[in-house]
């Protein structure tokens, strides 16, 4: 059976790598993308809604399909104003998960953040948190919300103190082992193939996988 995905966050690191890994699977029959800009050069079978993604619910009608992946993120540094930052980072993925109840998606998934936790006193850590539990409040029958380490890959734009923590993190890898392993930098490409693969092995369930889960799974791709 043809099945069709919503993605939101295509032309982020993940996101991208997600999109086409969708358009070569022939099992989809089309890829809806929400976001604020066109991408160019894109197949017939994707079609593009641009908009204000703050404002996601006018897109309602058109917001059907099997599957939502939501890749949505931003950073401190491109958004400094935390109230901003809360719109992006909670608002949206929590606004899609609504309208994916509304709509009947059976599927769900979103990228949050290791650390998430709503009772936190970190604000993005909050954050994360907080929208995790908007998700969860859907009670979508498939939910799952990857929680990465710090994510590895070829941006398209500079982040010096990302760039810094990965090199970094790249120097301790061998010692984080057992309950550490969560720790691990992740590429942002298994990433992309867990949640590919959550996507079509369903399980019925409410899951949070944590970066090195994240990591087995993608293996399973």
Known sequence: MKKTAILLGASGLTGNI????????TSYQSIKLFSRSKIEGLPNKVTQF????LELEKFKVDFTADEVFCCIGTTAKKTPDK??????????PASAAKLAKENNIKTFLVISSMGANKNSNVFYNKTKGEMEHA??????????????????GDRKEQRI?????????????????GNLKQYKTIDAENIAKAMYYLANKKTNA???????EILKLSKKY
Do not use: C, M, W
């Not at 641009?50 to 993604?53: E, R, S, T």
């Open 83 to 92: 109230k901003r930052y809360k719109q992006i980072d909670y608002g949206i």
């Open 18 to 25: 997600l999109l086409h890994k969708l358009i070569e699977d």
């Open 161 to 177: 103190g990302e760039k810094i923590a990965l090199v970094v993190f790249k120097l301790i890898q061998p010692l984080l082992i």
């Open 206 to 212: 409410e899951v949070i996988i944590t970066s090195n």
């Open 135 to 152: 998700v969860l409040k859907q009670g979508i029958t498939n939910t799952f919300i990857l929680r990465p380490s710090l994510i590895g």
């Open 50 to 53: 641009i908009g204000d993604l």
